[in-house]
């Protein structure tokens, strides 16, 4: 408690709404100033020696510090480029101290940090909030070496909620506007916390408030950043409002400040130690209309189709639409990238998601506990090393696994491997020619994806009805 610190932002949309009235009294324009310097630049005791002059002024020398870190011309006066700076929305944290990290630089003392998203905003969708939440930590996470895993239950390092008005931490929200948000530095217990005002209008876009941009921001300080006298930074202490969200990046301001805490991320050093190493291509998005497009596992989720290549995966939500490409951390943070398999039990309402001889089990974008297992407990023998591709046909719970040239039926009632298998791919799906990158069922046929290939295939007429370029579901 001792660091707690109230990270509130000004009335943000109602400001921008509302002009700087500049017949505003005197009077007013002191008790505002006044307000504003005590909340920003008095940190703790300062407070309370704030006196007012006999001619009524502010402290002159508190106007001109706060003028300096703003970036203003330093006057000592609160003329009307100050005042216009002072009504723009801001984050509630002081901005007095010579240091970018809270008073005695807590930090967390591990690299592997947990959060927990203890519940949500109807203002937004819950995949959109988990994925404002992950690209906010990943901001973070791509240039040091911390990492952050998601947990569903118990006590996280970093708690983040939505609450309105007193919600118990003797820092009520406000309503609308002014308070948005309030972070607490690194620690336990209620410290790293990430609180947000769900009187606000949490929007994923342009309109509103951002929450991936309030989050990031946030982190920054539940990683134990204080604000930033540079107005390029993302710690910089009044919120700009996003302009280009899909390019966002930390300034290099950001970039120093949080790796004087922890350093830089391992492979960075990694990199300098292996110069001539290229950076690998898939790193790269993939691009869905490149003719030689092959897939790494396609799967249904709840009616819409996953393609998965290597760390994003296209999702359609309906087969005629266009595809959204998502990063599989966004949706899945503890799954692996380069799936080699997955596929969905419906009536578990579950995805299956492959890698190696592991495998994964998630329902939605929430993780199934006791996970990841290894494939052997399917009832593989050991020669199998991974899956190459698997679905799970709708009509008789059978799932079937692709290895190579063979492949094997399993029964998701029973929990176990039909007897008879392996078979050749070729004696039961004639026409279709393994290795066997990925497959799903639609439509009553099942498709098969080999490098550029695609094979539709009937299982009545046990036959192949067409052959296809593997990336003809997205459009191209
Ligand atoms: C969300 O969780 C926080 C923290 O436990 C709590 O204060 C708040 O009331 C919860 N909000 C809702 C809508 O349940
Ligand atoms: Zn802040
Ligand atoms: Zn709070």
């Given amino acids: ?29 002191l008790n505002f100033a006044q307000k504003y310097l005590e909340n920003y630049y008095n940190f703790g005791i300062e407070m309370k020696n704030f006196v007012r002059r006999n001619d009524g002024s502010p402290v002159v020398n508190q106007i001109q510090e706060m003028q300096r870190f703003l970036g203003l011309k330093v006057t000592g006066k609160l ?24 008073p005695g630089s807590p930090k967390w003392r591990k690299t592997h940090l947990t959060y927990r998203i203890v519940n949500y905003t109807m203002d937004m969708s819950k995949y959109a909030t988990d994925s404002a939440i992950v690209r906010a930590l990943k901001l973070w996470e791509e240039v040091t070496p911390l990492t952050f895993s998601r947990i569903y239950e118990g006590e996280a390092d970093i708690m983040i909620s939505f609450a309105v008005r007193d919600h118990k931490d003797f820092y009520p929200f406000d309503g609308p506007g002014f308070s948005l948000a309030h972070a607490y530095p690194p620690g336990p217990g209620i410290n790293g916390d990430i609180h947000f005002d769900d009187d606000e209008q949490w929007t994923e876009d342009y309109l509103g408030t951002n929450l991936y941009l309030v989050a990031a921001h946030e982190v920054g300080h539940s990683l134990g950043l204080f604000h930033s ?48 190493e290229p950076i690998p291509p898939k790193s790269k998005k993939p691009d869905m209309c490149d003719p030689e497009l092959s ?81 052997h407990t399917l009832g593989f023998p050991p020669t199998v090393k991974k899956i190459d591709a698997a ?4 009509e008789n719970s059978k799932t079937y696994f692709f290895v190579g040239k063979k492949y094997w039926r399993f029964d998701e009632n029973s929990q176990s491997m039909d007897k008879g ?28 994806f080999s490098g550029s290939s695609q094979f539709e295939f009937d299982p009545n007429a ?8 593997t990336n003809s579901w997205l459009g191209c």
């Fill in 1 to 29: 408690m001792k660091y707690l610190i109230i990270f509130v932002l000004l009335c943000l949309p109602v400001c921008l709404a509302y002009p700087l009235d500049k017949t505003m009294k005197k009077d007013s324009n």
């Fill in 391 to 394: 679905f799970s046909d709708k």
């Fill in 229 to 276: 006298n540079n107005p390029d930074a993302l710690m910089y202490s009044l919120y700009k409002e996003p302009t280009d969200l899909t390019h966002f990046h930390l300034s290099q301001d950001d970039v120093n400040s949080i790796q004087s805490l922890y350093g830089p991320p391992p492979s960075f050093s990694d990199i300098t130690m292996v110069p001539t």
């Fill in 295 to 375: 897939f790494d596992a396609v799967s249904t989720l709840r009616g819409e189709t996953l393609f998965f290549k290597d760390r994003y995966f296209w999702r359609k939500i309906r087969l005629d639409q266009k595809p959204q490409i998502v990063l599989i951390s966004a949706f899945w943070p503890s799954l692996p990238s380069e799936l080699d398999a997955a596929y969905e039990v419906n009536s578990k309402d579950t995805v299956f998601v492959f890698k190696g001889n592991q495998f994964w089990a998630t329902k939605g974008s929430k993780m199934e506990a006791g996970y990841p297992r290894s494939i």
């Fill in 79 to 102: 003329d009307s480029a100050t005042l216009e700076v002072m009504h723009k929305p801001r984050c509630g944290v002081p901005d007095v101290g010579h240091f970018t990290t809270f």
């Fill in 421 to 448: 298998f392996p078979r050749l791919i070729t004696e039961n799906f004639p026409g279709v020619v393994p290795k066997i990158d990925a497959v799903f069922q639609e439509f009553g046929f099942f498709y098969f």
């Fill in 462 to 469: 046990k036959m192949v009805t067409q052959k296809l370029k």
